[in-house]
């Protein structure tokens, strides 16, 4: 298979001289076509700098992001994202199909075409009949495969998704896991999903990367031998299954940092972090934005 | 529907008490007209054609004023909305100007543009143009950024983010603005008349039925037809706002 995915010693620091935080250091890894890349890592560890700098809404302060071979520098045409809260990320003011249609608009295709594709992943993710409501009449498990379907429809080279099941309930997130599993699978598509949960980066991925403590970089890289087809039930229970995410929570706790004496406690410090984490973000996205804006006068 | 009888039910409950009162002799008739009186006094008046002219004028006026607030308001918010350092050299001006009462730029307003209905429509247009300029700055503001992320990784140009996120994400605050400075301009509009002695509108007509004190149930019938005026401009707004944004949450569910 080619390679989709290129990440060569990416580096992403925020700020400037002693009060900066280096997010991301010295990270590379590479995702071949039709695979399904699982990231998961300790909260607060620096997923999401990593997957902003993939995507292309932040430029990395080092290192480069290469998707099928051309640098990425701003998003690319060809790449889809779902984020962790679709209520969040889903347009309001436009129908359900009107959301899954949005990233065809800036594309030469005729009216048709464009509900022709967005009609085709809607019934993707099992979502036929809804096309005219507005998404705060559908349930959170419902806007997410929205969600899906719209990153679906643009036919994506890579998909790119953050935590995309962290904010549903688990029978939800147990359909939606295999409904990723099987959409990837007839469509053959290229997904590099980032989560914080072990048992569900084994259970969807062809592959597991290990991500250290903050600042992120690959401890691991672990191919999952599953067989294609899983179950929920079946899978989890299989000896491969339980020797496959006892190994991917050693590592996780054996990373560079020292590991935390109590659960309550380690789970504050990650707390604490994924919120300086997310505060770094936004100023970052302040500041390109002011920078751009001058350069632009 | 059964909200309109609501309405009217209280509004009826208004008029029997008013009526009551009249007669009773708890306030004296020569002041205070019962409202089976001033409702006749306003369908004669209703049928006179200097009154409809008066009433033509003070719409008009209104119409005017909240169209060049909207243009003015609008463009102004997104501007200053969007570009933060703008916002920031303008917000002691603003913050000067807003608090000024429209009627204390009477006296300088009729030096510099006259009184006709320039007046009007000039002091009608200041009131009015605050809560849509603030509603638009503040819509812009209150964009969720995993919003702004999820139009760029769909592609969106920094150009068409105005256009495609921005505009309609904006759209509901800036007709809620809309609706607030239709009011005060229509309260504008008719007491500028009344204060600054325009030849026409209903403001003028109040002032003139008043002089002399004995003609009160035209002057009521006067206050009457604003009152009516601004409840239906409310009203019809109400109506376009739903119509237009049945998306919105709370709209949708108020709708149902």
Not at chain 2, 41 to 53: C, H, S, V
């Amino acid at each position: 298979m080619p390679t989709m995915l290129e990440v060569t010693g990416l580096n992403h620091r925020y700020g400037k001289g002693d009060g900066a935080h280096v997010a991301v250091r010295e990270l590379s890894f590479s995702v071949d076509a039709g695979e399904l890349a699982c990231i998961v890592g300790p909260s607060g560890c620096g997923k999401s700098t990593l997957l902003r700098c993939i995507a292309g809404l932040i430029p990395p302060t080092g290192g480069s992001v290469r998707l099928h071979g051309d640098e990425v520098s701003g998003v690319p045409d060809d790449l889809a994202v779902v984020f962790q809260d679709y209520s969040r990320s889903l347009f309001p003011w436009l129908t359900v199909a009107r959301n899954v249609e949005f990233p065809l608009r800036w594309r030469k295709l005729s009216k048709q075409e464009r509900a022709e594709r967005a009609q085709e992943a809607l019934d993707a993710v099992g979502l036929s009949g809804v096309g005219k409501k507005f998404p705060w009449q559908l349930s959170g498990g419902m806007q997410q495969r929205v969600s899906i379907a719209r990153a679906l429809a643009s036919k994506p080279a890579l998909l790119i998704m953050d935590e995309p099941f962290a904010s549903v309930d688990a029978q939800t997130r147990f359909e939606l896991e295999d409904l990723l599993r099987r959409v990837q699978r007839e469509q053959q598509s290229t997904i590099l999903l980032v989560t914080h949960d072990i048992d569900e980066s084994v259970y969807l991925g062809d592959r597991v990367l290990v991500l250290s403590k903050s600042p992120a970089t690959i401890v691991a890289d672990l191919a999952v031998d599953l067989p294609a087809e899983r179950d929920q039930i079946a899978t989890r229970e299989s000896a491969k299954f339980v020797t496959l995410r006892g190994e991917v929570a050693r590592l996780l706790q054996t990373g560079p940092a020292a590991p935390a004496t109590t659960e309550e406690a380690s789970d504050e410090v990650t707390a604490a972090a994924d919120a300086a984490e997310w505060a770094a973000t936004e100023e970052e996205a302040a500041e390109t934005g002011g920078a751009t804006k001058e350069a632009r006068h | 529907m059964r909200s309109l009888y609501r309405n009217l039910a209280g509004l009826i409950g208004f008029f029997l008490i008013w009526e009551g009162a009249v007669r009773v002799g708890l306030v004296p008739e020569l002041f205070v007209p019962p409202p089976s009186e001033v409702l006749s006094t306003t369908a004669q008046l209703l049928g006179q054609e200097p009154f409809i002219r008066d009433v033509i004028a003070t719409v008009l006026a209104w119409a005017i004023a909240l169209g060049i607030s909207i243009a003015i308001a609008v463009p102004a918010g997104l501007l200053l909305g969007s570009i933060a350092w703008l916002r920031t050299a303008t917000r002691a001006i603003v913050e000067f100007l807003r608090p000024i009462p429209s009627v204390a730029l009477i006296p300088l307003v009729l030096l510099v543009v006259g009184g006709g209905p320039e007046a009007k429509i000039t002091l009608a247009v200041y009131a009015a143009v605050w809560p849509i300029l603030f509603n638009t700055i503040y819509a812009l503001a209150e964009i969720d950024p995993v919003l702004m992320d999820t139009a760029r990784a769909c592609g969106t140009s920094r150009a068409r983010m105005l256009t495609s996120v921005a505009l309609p994400h904006a759209a509901p605050f800036v007709f809620t603005g809309i609706r607030m400075s239709a009011a005060i301009a229509l309260i504008l509009v008719v007491s500028t008349e009344y204060v600054a002695g325009a030849s026409s509108g209903l403001g003028n007509f109040i002032l003139e039925a008043s002089s002399g004190g004995t003609n009160m149930d035209q002057v009521l019938a006067g206050t009457v037809v604003a009152g009516v005026i601004g409840y239906l401009i409310n009203d019809g707004l109400e109506r376009v706002g739903r119509r237009m944004f049945r998306w919105n949450e709370a709209v949708g569910e108020a709708a149902k």
